[in-house]
Protein backbone atom coordinates (compact mmCIF):
# COMPACT_ATOMS: atom_id res chain seq x y z
CA UNK A 1 0.00 0.00 0.00
CA UNK A 2 2.82 2.54 0.72
CA UNK A 3 4.53 1.74 -2.38
CA UNK A 4 1.32 2.68 -3.98
CA UNK A 5 1.30 6.32 -2.30
CA UNK A 6 5.05 6.74 -3.52
CA UNK A 7 4.20 5.87 -6.78
CA UNK A 8 1.43 8.59 -7.27
CA UNK A 9 3.22 11.65 -5.03
CA UNK A 10 5.89 10.95 -7.52
CA UNK A 11 3.67 11.16 -10.64
CA UNK A 12 1.63 13.96 -8.85
CA UNK A 13 5.42 15.76 -8.67
CA UNK A 14 5.99 14.74 -12.46
CA UNK A 15 3.42 16.62 -13.09
CA UNK A 16 3.98 19.69 -11.71
CA UNK A 17 7.24 19.54 -12.99
CA UNK A 18 6.22 19.22 -16.72
CA UNK A 19 4.07 21.89 -16.32
CA UNK A 20 6.55 24.50 -14.91
CA UNK A 21 8.78 23.00 -17.42
CA UNK A 22 5.75 24.24 -20.48
CA UNK A 23 5.68 27.68 -19.08
CA UNK A 24 9.09 28.34 -19.01
CA UNK A 25 10.01 27.41 -22.44
CA UNK A 26 6.67 29.28 -23.62
CA UNK A 27 7.99 32.44 -21.99
CA UNK A 28 11.25 32.16 -23.13
CA UNK A 29 9.88 31.25 -26.75
CA UNK A 30 7.94 34.58 -26.57
CA UNK A 31 11.12 36.33 -25.53
CA UNK A 32 12.99 34.21 -28.06
CA UNK A 33 10.64 36.18 -30.89
CA UNK A 34 10.92 39.25 -29.46
CA UNK A 35 14.96 39.38 -30.04
CA UNK A 36 14.20 38.01 -33.61
CA UNK A 37 12.06 40.30 -34.85
CA UNK A 38 14.23 43.38 -33.17
CA UNK A 39 17.07 41.89 -35.34
CA UNK A 40 14.91 41.58 -38.63
CA UNK A 41 14.04 45.02 -37.97
CA UNK A 42 17.67 46.45 -37.06
CA UNK A 43 18.61 44.44 -40.17
CA UNK A 44 15.96 45.83 -42.71
CA UNK A 45 16.70 49.53 -41.34
CA UNK A 46 20.87 49.29 -41.97
CA UNK A 47 19.93 47.25 -45.48
CA UNK A 48 17.61 50.05 -46.31
CA UNK A 49 19.85 53.56 -44.83
CA UNK A 50 22.73 52.11 -47.18
CA UNK A 51 21.00 51.24 -50.34
CA UNK A 52 19.57 54.85 -50.11
CA UNK A 53 23.01 55.83 -49.47
CA UNK A 54 24.27 54.05 -52.40
CA UNK A 55 21.74 55.88 -54.68
CA UNK A 56 22.50 59.10 -53.36
CA UNK A 57 25.93 59.04 -54.24
CA UNK A 58 25.61 56.94 -57.63
CA UNK A 59 23.13 59.38 -59.24
CA UNK A 60 25.30 61.71 -61.31
Known sequence: ??????????????????????????????????WTFAFWLGNFATTAGLMALLIRLLQP
Open 1 to 34: MDLRLERFALREDLIEGFAQIRQEMSALRVELLR
